[in-house]
Each structure stands twice: as structure tokens, then as C-alpha cells.
């Protein structure tokens, strides 16, 4: 059973940073996408950013483009999330989400094409 587990969220002002981080814990796999998404109160899960597994494959939601950029560490099974000039309609929950298979660049975005999950970590963005 693998687990995901986020970090690095926090209540931040407008205008701040962060980095979130999502390690993989258990049966160690071959990620082919990690990805970020994202759930603000009364609203559906949308999509973040995704790394393919060598890292040049990278793709953004045109909300964050810009400003956040997705990296990660194969070794240890682990993606980041860098957000910079957070806004505070960027408030929500975040999870991070890893496929074994490789993915079609209109599947990336679509979040029940991931085969695990993160609990997920709450990012408040708010003066």
C-alpha cells in the first residue's frame, strides 16, 4: 500500500510563498506523472500542475502559470509545489496525486486518472 503525505501548507499574506511537498511512503514505484490539484470550499477538484518523470514534461493550470512551478525527486518519490505571489483565491486544500501509467496530455489534467493519493494539506491565503 503506498501512501502520499503533503506538507508545507500554511496561512500566508498576499503577495507570499510556499512549498509544499509531497513524499511517497511504502511499495516504492515507478511514477510516471505527479501532479498537483486543488479543492476550495464548495467547489470541485481542479487541476494544478504535472511533472512527467523525467521532469521535461510540465504543465500548468493558466491560473497559476507564472507563478507556481512543480519540480520533483525520483529518488525519493517526491514532488514539490513552489508558489510564489499567492492570491487568496488560491485558498483551498491541496493534494498531490501519482500515476504509474503514462499519461495523454488531456488526461493529465483530469484527476481520476491517478492511481494514489495525498490526505492533503490546507493553504490559506488571506491578510
Do not use: H
Request: hydrophobic share 35%.
Amino acid at each position: 500500500q503506498v501512501q502520499f503525505v503533503e506538507s508545507g501548507g500554511a496561512l500566508v499574506q498576499p503577495g507570499g510563498s510556499l512549498r509544499l511537498s509531497c513524499a511517497a511512503s511504502g511499495r516504492t514505484s515507478r511514477w510516471l506523472f505527479m501532479s498537483w490539484f486543488r479543492q476550495a470550499p464548495g467547489k470541485e477538484r481542479e487541476f494544478v500542475a504535472t511533472i512527467g518523470f523525467g521532469g521535461s514534461i510540465t504543465d500548468y493550470a493558466d491560473s497559476v502559470k507564472g507563478r507556481f512551478t512543480i519540480s520533483r525527486d525520483n529518488a525519493e518519490s517526491t514532488v514539490f509545489l513552489q508558489m510564489n505571489s499567492l492570491k487568496p483565491e488560491d485558498t483551498a486544500v491541496y493534494y498531490c496525486a501519482a500515476s504509474t501509467q503514462g499519461l495523454a496530455p488531456a488526461t493529465r489534467r483530469r484527476w481520476e486518472q491517478y492511481d494514489s493519493w495525498g490526505q492533503g494539506t490546507q493553504v490559506t491565503v488571506s491578510s
